[in-house]
């Protein structure tokens, strides 16, 4: 049940405890709960909503003049702020985290390794091998793009 004030919604009342057994301060759609486990239903929320390392929107005041679903929303993880659904996956983080992997996409294929003289070239092509395995199992790359990685550092080498 809604709380109405004329024209405008405030809040849903709070019908009962927490589930923790406190008494509810906050509600989460229509589930109340207390500060303390305010965290927790957050988490449960993203991870149902959002990949790892995108946060989620967290609903504050209802935004009426946007739609009956819109509210001030604050990321669960960075903290930026907009109008949307609440629980949306958060665009900046979202972004954030498609730069992140495009950038290390780059350094992996096209890695800066010692000259062939260089008594370290041995150990830093383990290294990148080890590191083009790592991004092939977390799906960063695929075992085609790691292996003509591969051959094209070999040809760029014996061409040399």
Known sequence: MS???G?????????????????????????P??????????????????????????PGLARSEYGRRA??????????GWVGAAFEPCWWCERAL???????????LWPELPDRED???????RSWAGRLARGVRAEL???????AAFDRHKRRCSDA
């Open 71 to 80: 509210f001030d929303l604050r990321c669960s993880l960075c903290g930026a």
């Open 33 to 58: 709960h207390c500060e303390d486990c305010a965290d927790d239903v957050i988490e449960r929320c993203r991870m149902l909503s959002a990949p790892e390392g995108v946060g989620v929107g967290v």
């Open 7 to 31: 024209r405008h919604r405030l809040a849903p009342a709070l019908d009962g405890p927490c589930r923790c057994g406190a008494e509810a301060t906050r509600t989460l759609g229509r589930f």
């Open 141 to 147: 790359i695929t075992e085609a793009e790691a292996r």
């Open 3 to 5: 709380v109405a004030l």
């Open 119 to 125: 008594r370290h070239r041995p150990a830093a092509l």
């Open 98 to 108: 498609a730069r992140l992997q495009a950038d290390q996409r780059e350094r992996l």
